[in-house]
């Protein structure tokens, strides 16, 4: 079973905070990774995509890799309330393959 | 952006009866439908992988002959949830690969429907 871990939370954060969303994955030969973020009720809207290690950022997020380590994570800059939502982290094996699914992180930015 | 195009948006149905779902995609080829499925707090779960023209490979433990998926055309993929009991009340949601995709080294992403909310009563 290839396992997406993540912590459920919730993670609060103040308003203007920076939020840190993390993600372990176990399966070593996995090629991309992605983070979506899903409101209630609603499917989930692609943030980010990385798929080489180290950073990288897109506006108030940055998306960060370390193969090595199996992990990956996504800063929110500037946390605003509209950013209060499930964060999930999915993780590609191959080009063509489905995405494995983390449970995803419960993010609340209170005002 | 690509998108795809999922109906219904939610749907009520009595025990015993069959659910079709359709995803459409509007602006693309789509080689590849994944369909998941995900229950309140849960994640998605996979359900099965169905591409164009050929029959669809369910995940273990999901029901071939109860979820049915058909992949007639490269824009066009079906989910039928037959004889439908209150357990199946989850919120299904359909993913597409671009055609365009194939060959490349590197997945950028696939393109999620809207979802539907299925309820059996």
């Known amino acids: 079973q290839k396992e997406v871990e993540q912590n459920s939370g919730p993670l609060s954060v103040p308003e203007g905070a920076i939020a840190s969303l993390n993600c372990t994955y176990s399966d070593r030969g996995s090629q991309s990774f992605f983070w979506y973020r899903q409101y209630s009720g609603k499917s989930p809207e692609l943030i980010m995509f990385?798929?080489?290690?180290g950073d990288k950022e897109d506006g108030r997020f940055t998306a960060q890799l370390n193969k090595a380590s199996q992990y990956v994570s996504l800063l929110i800059r500037d946390s605003q309330p509209s950013d209060s939502a499930t964060y999930l982290c999915?993780?590609?094996?191959?080009?063509?393959?489905?995405?494995?699914f983390g449970k995803g992180t419960s993010l609340l930015v209170t005002p | 952006g690509a998108v795809v195009s999922q109906h219904p948006s939610w749907v009520i149905c009595k025990s015993g009866t069959s659910v079709k779902i359709e995803c459409r995609s509007l602006?693309?080829?789509?080689?590849?439908m994944f369909w998941y499925r995900q229950f309140p707090k849960q994640s998605l779960m996979l359900m099965a992988t169905s591409n164009e023209g050929s029959k669809a490979t369910y995940e273990q433990g999901v029901e071939k002959d109860k979820f049915l998926i058909n992949h007639a055309s490269l824009t066009l993929s079906t989910l039928t949830v037959t004889s439908a009991h209150p357990e199946d009340s989850s919120f299904y949601i359909c993913?597409?690969?671009?055609?365009?995709?194939?060959?490349?080294?590197?997945?950028?992403?696939?393109?999620f429907g809207s979802g539907t909310r299925l309820t059996v009563v």
């Open positions: 990385i798929y080489s290690n």
């Open positions: 993913s597409a690969r671009d055609r365009r995709d194939r060959g490349r080294a590197i997945n950028y992403g696939y393109t």
């Open positions: 999915a993780v590609n094996p191959w080009p063509g393959y489905a995405l494995n």
């Open positions: 602006d693309f080829q789509a080689t590849t």
